[in-house]
C-alpha cells in the first residue's frame, strides 16, 4: 500500500489486489501488534500523508529506552534528549496504520483495484510482490528462499500497567527469551504497552493458552514491580520466527519488497522499517529512471536490489548475532555479554552510533 502512494505520486498508473482497498472486516482491529518505526519510516509515511491521517492516540514517541541482560551487571539506557534526535522511535498500533493506509489510498489518484481475475496478468510494466513472508508469487518466479527457522515464536498482546509509562520503552534478555514493552497510549485513559515476547514454540504456546492470572504472573516475574503491575488487556497472538532471504529480489518486470524479500527476528523491531526503506528505495530509482527506459528494464530493477542488499543483510547479522549471543548459556559468554551492555552504556559516541543506524533502516 505504500508503494502504490509512493508510485501514484509519481502519476504512475498502479494496480492493487482487490482487497487491499476494502476495510477489513473489524475495522483494522484484529491486529494486537505495534511497531517501533524509526525515523526514516516516519519521514516516507509523513510524505505520502499517512502519518497525519493516524489518529494521536494510535503513535507514541519512545523518549528513552532501557535494554536489561540477564545479570544484574547487564544494561544499556538510551535516552533521546542525549543522542539528540526528537525521539527514539515511534510507537504504532498496527491495526491504525492499516486503516490510514487504505484511507489514504482511496484518494490516490492513478490507483486502481484489480479484480482477483486479472492477477498479476493485468497489463503491467512491473509488478510488485509485497506478499509477506509466506508470498506465492515469489515461488512463480523461481526465486531461492529457505527459511532458517529459530524454533521460537514471538507472542503480541496489548497490556494495561499500573504506572504511567513515561514515553519509556523495556527490553529484558532472558535467555533464552527476549521481553519487550512498548508504550502506547490507547486505549485512553490506561497506560498501556504493546507486548512483544520472544521464546522456545513450546513455551510460547503454553503462555499463550494459560489462564490470564498465570500468564500475568509469569509477565510480571520477568518485568519486576516497577510497572505497577502489568495486566493483559487484548487476546494473545502468536508468530512462529524465522530469518530468510530471497535471492534474487528482482527479474525482468518484477520485484520483491518487505518480508517477501527479508524475514528476520523482531527483537530489533526492524522488519516493516526494512519493508519501508526497501519502498523507499525502489520508488526513488523508478523516479530517477532515464526517460527512455521502461518501469520492468531489469538493469533498472538491479539498481533497487543493490541499493537495499547491504543494509537488509547487516540488519539481519546484527539481530541473528544479538540473539544467539543472548541464547549462549555458558557463564563466561554470559558475565562477558552482561559487562560488555555495561561497558556500551559508558561509550556515548557507540550509542550514539548504533541510535543513529537503527533510525535510519
Ligand atoms: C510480534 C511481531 C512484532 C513486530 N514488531 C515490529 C516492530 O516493532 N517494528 C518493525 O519494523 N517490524 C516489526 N515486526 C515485523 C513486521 O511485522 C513485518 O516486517 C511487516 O509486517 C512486513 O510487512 P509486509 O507488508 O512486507 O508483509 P505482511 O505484513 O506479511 O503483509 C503482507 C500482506 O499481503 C497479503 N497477501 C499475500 N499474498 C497476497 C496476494 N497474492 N494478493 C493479495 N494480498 C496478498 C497478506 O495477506 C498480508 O496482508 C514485528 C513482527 C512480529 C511478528
Request: glycine fraction near 8%; include cysteine.
Amino acid at each position: 500500500m505504500t508503494l502504490a502512494l509512493a508510485l501514484s505520486r509519481q502519476g504512475l498508473r498502479v494496480g492493487l489486489p482487490g482487497d487491499a482497498l476494502r476495510a477489513s472486516a473489524e475495522g483494522g482491529r484484529g491486529d494486537v501488534r505495534a511497531y517501533a518505526l524509526n525515523s526514516a519510516s516516519r519521514s516516507l509515511l509523513t510524505a505520502l500523508k499517512v502519518w497525519d491521517a493516524l489518529p494521536a492516540d494510535a503513535v507514541t514517541a519512545v523518549d528513552d529506552m532501557c535494554v536489561v541482560g540477564d545479570a544484574a551487571s547487564g544494561r544499556i539506557d538510551f535516552s533521546a534528549w542525549q543522542q539528540g534526535v526528537a525521539a527514539l522511535a515511534w510507537i504504532v498500533d498496527a491495526a491504525e496504520l492499516d486503516n490510514a493506509l487504505r484511507t489514504v489510498l482511496r484518494f490516490a489518484p492513478h490507483v486502481q483495484a484489480l479484480a482477483e481475475a486479472d492477477g498479476e496478468t493485468a497489463d503491467a510494466e512491473l509488478t510488485v510482490l509485497a506478499e509477506g513472508r509466506d508470498s506465492a508469487g515469489r515461488r512463480a518466479h523461481g526465486v531461492a528462499w529457505q527459511p532458517q527457522a529459530y524454533g521460537h515464536s514471538a507472542l503480541a498482546a496489548r497490556l494495561v500497567a499500573g504506572q504511567p509509562h513515561a514515553n519509556t520503552a523495556c527490553q529484558w534478555f532472558a535467555s533464552p527469551a527476549v521481553l519487550a514493552l512498548l508504550p502506547l497510549d490507547r486505549p485512553a485513559p490506561d497506560t498501556s504497552y504493546a507486548l512483544v515476547w520472544s521464546m522456545p514454540s513450546e513455551r510460547a504456546e503454553q503462555l499463550r493458552q494459560q489462564p490470564q492470572a498465570e500468564f500475568e504472573a509469569a509477565l510480571n516475574a520477568v518485568c519486576g514491580a516497577g510497572f505497577g503491575g502489568l495486566r493483559l488487556a487484548s487476546e494473545r497472538s502468536a508468530w512462529p520466527l524465522a530469518l530468510a532471504r530471497a535471492e534474487p529480489v528482482c527479474g525482468p518486470g518484477w520485484a520483491l519488497v518487505g518480508d517477501a524479500a527479508h524475514t528476520i527476528h523482531p527483537l530489533a523491531g526492524q522488519g516493516l522499517n526494512l519493508g519501508l526503506a526497501d519502498v523507499a528505495a525502489l520508488s526513488r530509482v523508478i523516479a530517477e529512471r532515464e526517460p527512455w527506459r521502461a518501469l520492468g528494464d531489469e538493469t533498472l530493477l538491479r539498481r533497487y536490489a543493490r541499493a537495499r542488499a547491504l543494509p537488509t543483510q547487516a540488519m539481519a547479522w546484527v539481530t541473528d548475532s544479538l540473539l544467539h549471543l543472548f541464547a549462549a548459556e555458558q557463564p563466561l559468554v554470559r558475565e562477558l555479554r552482561n559487562r560488555g551492555m555495561t561497558l556500551l552504556n559508558r561509550l556515548a559516541p557507540l550509542k550514539r552510533a548504533l541510535t543513529a543506524r537503527a533510525m535510519d533502516a
